[in-house]
T-cell receptor, first 115, second 111 residues
Framework: KAGVTQTPRYLIKTRGQQVTLSCSPI?????VSWYQQTPGQGLQFLFE???????NKGNFPGRFSGRQFSNSRSEMNVSTLELGDSALYLC??????????????FGPGTRLTVL | QQPVQSPQAVILREGEDAVINCSSS?????VHWYRQKHGEAPVFLMI???GGEQKGHDKISASFNEKKQQSSLYLTASQLSYSGTYFC????????????WGAGTKLIIKP
């Protein structure tokens, strides 16, 4: 099976711009979670989608949004970028069908730099 | 409510053992362990569920003490390939498909 793919791998933006990141989960997986990773902060949960519905959301401002399509591919959007948004954004896919959190398979991430 | 991982970093010689701890202030349903090498994505190691047994494969094992709300990851006879940052992700009994992650433990193995 092909792994989780994320595009683009690297992005450089300026403050005030917006950005869209894409994640294609493992075939058959219906859950996609998004994380922000910064040095020293570990993985911060953004949101999780399952069958096109957001099931959970972390404590991030409304500038961070996402969606999931019928083929389980997911996009994350950040509007009005701030310097502090510079980070590695990881998505993880899982089957999502059990009653709790399944094994998550991470993509390689998108490195976002805001200048 | 972020779980606390200890130690923050550890340096070992090849062949030595290591223990990484993950403690939560909340009642836990499961604990997930991942390893991330520099510049790579986190890779799944194992999940421990409430009421489940200690798990392990190869020379890496883990335990989950539900009463103390903590988990420990044991690396025996460490190999150079064990180097990386280890993260625990915790799922509370009241969580909803959300893992709360520790800040990570950086493990450096020297030959």
């Amino acid at each position: 099976k092909a792994g989780v793919t994320q595009t683009p791998r690297y992005l450089i933006k300026t403050r005030g711009q917006q950005v869209t990141l894409s994640c294609s989960p493992i075939s058959g997986h219906r859950s996609v979670s998004w994380y922000q990773q910064t040095p020293g902060q570990g993985l911060q949960f953004l949101f999780e989608y399952f069958s096109e519905t957001q099931r959970n959301k972390g404590n991030f401002p409304g500038r961070f949004s996402g969606r999931q399509f019928s083929n389980s591919r997911s996009e994350m959007n950040v509007s009005t970028l701030e310097l502090g948004d510079s980070a590695l954004y990881l998505c993880a896919s899982s089957a999502g069908t059990s009653g709790s959190t399944d094994t998550q398979y991470f993509g390689p991430g998108t490195r976002l730099t805001v200048l | 409510q972020q779980p606390v991982q200890s130690p923050q970093a550890v340096i070992l010689r090849e062949g030595e053992d290591a223990v990484i701890n993950c403690s939560s202030s909340k009642a836990l349903y499961s604990v997930h362990w991942y390893r991330q090498k520099h510049g790579e994505a986190p890779v799944f190691l194992m999940i421990l569920l409430k009421g489940g047994e200690q798990k392990g494969h190869d020379k890496i094992s883990a335990s989950f003490n539900e009463k103390k709300q903590q988990s420990s990851l044991y690396l025996t006879a460490s190999q150079l390939s064990y180097s990386g940052t280890y993260f625990c992700g915790t799922e509370g009994e009241d969580s909803n498909y959300q893992l709360i992650w520790g800040a990570g433990t950086k493990l450096i193995i020297k030959p």
